[in-house]
Nanobody
């Protein structure tokens, strides 16, 4: 599976962006897709994921109510709609995938994800 992330850019505080993760090489419906981010000097963190098959959605606490993940199986694409952006959201965002389902208890586990796309930079100015 190859993943291509896009949609990053520079927005002002309170603005919105929609990231896209397009997959090739396989259909996504049986894959769990996750969005991760890494800011300069900080560790990578899981932002959101959508489970394969059952479609359960999970969000990092700090983005709940602001970010929304969705899947379009016909386009083999997963989206991350990001609203009310603030400077703390500035980071390189990556999409990742593995075949199977996921149940997230605390944090989205990056080690579960087999396939990774390149990052797309999101910059939020204050």
């Amino acid at each position: 599976v190859q993943l291509q992330a896009s949609g990053g850019g520079t927005v002002q505080f309170g603005g919105s962006l929609r990231l896209s993760c397009v997959a090739s090489g396989s259909t996504l419906d049986e894959y769990t897709i996750g969005w991760f981010r890494q800011a300069p000097g900080r560790e990578r963190e899981g932002v959101s994921c959508i489970s394969g098959s059952v479609g359960r959605k999970y969000y990092k606490d700090s983005v709940k109510g602001r970010f929304s993940i969705s899947r379009d199986n016909a386009r083999n694409t997963v989206y991350l709609e990001m609203n009310s952006l603030n400077p703390d959201d500035t980071a390189v965002y990556y999409c990742a995938a593995f075949r199977g389902t996921i149940v997230v208890v605390t944090e989205i586990p990056a080690e579960e994800f087999t396939y990774w796309g390149q990052g797309t930079l999101v910059t939020v100015s204050s």
